[in-house]
């Protein structure tokens, strides 16, 4: 397919005035320079207009020009490699480095969305130095900016990027219910996104054709300017659907009862994902009603593979709320850490963010804080919680049942029935009503795991089958999984792998400093610790050393550096205080710990409220959304 070009003149007809305004007024290239000066520039360049998937430059060619985006995105890619360097959008620059540099081009760079750029060619470039220095000092300027944000990018926090630009497109057969598209509308109009869809488009551009330039300018202006845009695709195969799906940064499918069972995906669905690849793509499947869990969902991921999925009840607001901040970046994370018998903290802090009504829109756990995690993405309240701790380390004896030393210490059964127990034996993560995630350790790979499907209860047992206590998990593909706190007892940069926006963060923090009054050589051997643990009085003078369990606990969390963590600017991170008499593995005090964690963290939010902290009030930002009707 050829590149458009057409010269780009300052009343060139409305969709050229239109792009002259966004370069005269939005761009910071030419900001800095006189109206004469700016009108010099545009009449320079050439416009080149490109459909997604079109190569602007290839790697290895010369560098006979730069670009400006005037609007869409573009992805810098390195030839052979799927993954993008960088993405451009409206007002960067592109082919700088090869255009001074006078090298060939260094890279790839492909649109990937309909796209214009205009276009400075060498020669049209040493003209302008000529007449108008202005202009070269402007374009080495963002030159500099453009270095500066990428030295900013070597901070290791690494967000999910948030979309611009949605496209909402019906999924499988069953019609969308009414009741979602005015419920979302509803929820975008009080955010300030756009909503396009045909009959908007033919309101204000009656007869003209969807890529006329009035419709195009029109469609980029306002996604400079709004927070998001969302077009409202069709079922049908229509130009529009397909102008909606290349005009977005991210394609949202609308599913509504089972996946079809035939596993041929429509005309749509085919397209949007040829166009998007699983990692732009997300799957919405609406409910009548809100429950712990549901069925199919992996089904639907069979047919559409997307990065995330999300589950809408149509009883109220508040699952369309959830879906909108996930798509304009301000999704509210539960992040928590591993800790024993700690863990049950994560449930008291919980609680006194419910009773706020603060709605957590994902949940990623590690060890213990991953069998708690769990529990809130099924919709578990606090109590419901704590009856199921009691059940699973208290009177299953989970954490008593020693065994012959050949896979483990001690004997995982009993832990794995009681796991199957409360999680339900066939829940699968992806059936959760929240989306969910468990951190392990692959002993196999050498690397984190991070646990997104499957069986629930078999993501929390990965997650916590601390080494030598407990036999690892393998999974079927023979991958050996312990517990995650091995490499991140804190999995907060796994949370912002997976979405962006403010994240509540509970950890328990770094052991205090603590010393041993403990002579060495009083430490018994096997038989006189047989003898000790058979005869009470004997047992009473044994030295008072920690627990196998207890040096064990303290040598997998000796590494972490808890004043490093990846926080954002609206990361909030809690470390509730305990008794320094309470053991990592007295599970039966889980109701001291929970109790007390409750209390303290009421009075901590309510304390940094009233500061005005700014954490602390984008997480409350999210109350007040289950009731709305």
């Known amino acids: 397919m050829a590149v458009r070009q057409n010269r780009v003149w300052p009343m060139d007809g409305l969709g050229s005035t239109i792009a002259w305004g966004n370069v005269s007024e939005d761009f910071a290239l030419f900001r800095t320079l006189t109206p004469e000066q700016r009108r010099k520039a545009v009449r320079a360049m050439v416009r080149r207009d490109l459909v997604r998937g079109q190569m602007l430059v290839a790697q290895g060619e010369a560098s006979d020009a730069l670009f400006v985006v005037l609007h869409g995105a573009l992805a810098v890619r390195k030839s052979g490699d799927s993954a993008p360097i960088a993405e451009l959008r409206a007002g960067e620059l592109v082919g700088e480095i090869g255009f ?11 649109a990937i969305r309909d ?21 070269v000092e402007a374009v080495l300027a963002a030159l500099a900016l453009r270095f500066a944000r990428e030295t900013a990018r070597l901070i290791p926090i690494r967000a999910s990027p948030t979309p611009r630009t949605v496209a909402l497109i019906p999924g499988g057969y069953e019609p969308v219910p009414e009741a979602f598209d005015r419920r979302l509308r509803a929820g975008l109009a009080a955010t300030g996104a756009e909503i396009i869809d045909p009959a908007r488009l033919e309101t204000m551009f009656p007869g003209r054709a969807l890529d006329s330039a009035e419709v195009t300018d029109w469609l980029n202006r306002i996604e400079q300017i709004a927070p998001l845009v969302v077009y409202l695709g069709g079922r049908e195969d229509s130009v529009w659907t397909r102008k909606a799906i290349r005009q977005a940064d991210m394609v949202v499918f609308v599913t509504h009862g089972k996946a079809p069972a035939a596993g041929v995906p429509t005309e749509v669905e085919t397209f949007a994902c040829k166009i998007h690849p699983a990692a732009a793509r997300r799957l919405v499947r609406i409910h009548e009603r809100r429950s712990g869990e549901v069925s199919g969902t992996a089904a639907w991921l069979a047919r559409l593979p997307c990065f995330m999925h999300h589950h809408v009840a149509l009883e109220d607001q508040a699952d369309i709320d959830s879906l909108i901040r996930f798509m304009g970046g301000r999704a509210l994370g539960f992040v928590a850490a591993g800790g024993g018998a700690f863990g049950s903290a994560h449930v008291g802090i919980y609680r006194a963010f419910r009773e706020r009504g603060v709605v957590f829109d994902i949940f990623v756990g590690t060890s213990v804080g991953s069998a708690m995690a769990a529990g809130f993405a099924k919709n578990h309240e606090a109590d419901h919680l704590e009856r199921g701790t009691h059940e699973i380390f208290v009177n299953s004896r989970s954490f008593r049942r020693p065994t012959w030393p050949r896979y483990a210490l001690l004997d995982h059964k009993a832990f794995d029935r009681a796991l199957a127990d409360q999680y339900g034996r066939d829940c699968r993560i992806e059936d959760c009503w929240r989306p969910f995630a468990a951190v392990a350790t692959n002993l196999s790979t050498h690397n984190l795991e991070l646990i997104r499907s499957g069986l629930l209860w078999q993501a929390v047992r990965a997650s916590s089958a601390i080494p030598g206590l407990l036999p690892p998990f393998y999974t079927p593909e023979g991958a050996m999984l312990v517990d995650g706190c091995l490499i991140d007892n804190v999995p907060l940069a796994q949370m912002h792998q997976l979405k962006s926006g403010p994240n509540l963060v509970v950890h328990f923090g770094d052991p205090a400093e603590e010393m041993f009054d403990v002579d060495y050589a009083e430490l018994p051997g096997r038989f006189e610790l047989a003898m000790a643990m058979l005869t009470p009085f004997r047992r009473k003078l044994l030295p008072a050393a920690p627990s196998a369990v207890n040096v064990l606990w303290r040598s997998l969390v000796a590494h972490q550096r808890y004043d490093t963590l990846p926080t954002a600017p609206h ?22 710990i929970y109790e007390a964690s409750y209390l303290w963290a009421r009075e901590t939010i309510a304390a940094l409220e009233a500061e005005g902290d700014p954490a602390i009030a984008a997480i409350l930002a999210t109350t007040g959304t289950a009731t709305r009707r």
């Open 115 to 135: 796209t214009s750029v205009l276009a400075l060619t060498r020669a049209a470039y040493h003209e302008l130095a000529e007449h108008a220095p202005a202009i």
């Open 571 to 592: 990361d909030h991170v809690m470390r509730p205080p305990f008794s320094p008499d309470i053991g990592v593995t007295e599970f039966e005090r889980h109701t001291e």
């Open 100 to 110: 001074f540099a006078n090298v060939p081009r260094t890279a790839d760079v492909i």
